[in-house]
């Protein structure tokens, strides 16, 4: 499995602009058939601060993922919109079955 987070800051003035982009980017990611879960929150402490969380069955559906256009479209929305450029982390994660 593959772990992917991310982090953006984003401006009040730019909140709803990137809300937008991101129900979208969830929305379409969450159809693809490698995706096991993908949702974003805000931090509760840090108005502004938002946080996503994805998981991913393979690396193939990694790479198909990024290979949406979608996916190009919300990297570069999100750039625009934050104030400093936001944090991606990939992980493999192993799973135990139990």
Known sequence: MIVITGAARV???NRAAFEKVAERQVTLSRQESGNVSYSYFEDRMEPGRFFFYEE???REAVDF???QSYCHEFM???RRLAETEPDLTIREIMVKER
């Open 65 to 67: 993922h990024f290979a």
């Open 76 to 78: 570069d929305a999100a």
């Open 56 to 58: 991913w069955k393979d």
């Open 11 to 13: 401006a009040e003035k």
